[in-house]
């Protein structure tokens, strides 16, 4: 494990009462989260100004810090999501995404 410049390894923290093992990358383990999905995770290591790719053990207690709020932040937004069952074709069209659109059946629920 590659170690990073004058930063304490912890074999695990505590985001947003979570426990993450601290020898995986930033990214992967905010998944951990419960509701943190792929692109969120990433948006959050980005948004925080750190590495999505650095390991979660040698996070100083101030970007943790700074992570729980952007999570809180999104939480507290209280965003609606709307599902929508629309034909395929129709989703396409209004901006869904599809990488396997032949796999998909005539009608398809979006989120919104």
Do not use: H, W
Request: with cysteine; hydrophobic share 40%; glycine share 8%.
């Amino acid at each position: 494990m590659e170690e990073a410049e004058g930063r304490e390894f912890r074999p695990v923290i505590r985001i947003a009462g979570t426990d993450i093992d601290g020898t995986k990358r930033l990214m992967y383990g905010l998944l951990r989260i419960k509701g943190v999905g792929f692109m969120f995770a990433n948006a959050v290591a980005r948004a925080a100004g750190l590495d999505p790719y650095m390991r979660c053990g040698y996070l100083t207690d101030e970007e943790i810090k700074k992570i729980e709020d952007l999570v809180n932040q999104k939480i507290k937004e209280n965003l609606v999501v709307k599902k929508e069952e629309m034909k395929c074709e129709k989703a396409i069209k209004s901006g869904a995404l599809a990488f396997f659109k032949e796999r998909y059946p005539e009608v398809v629920s979006v989120y919104t």
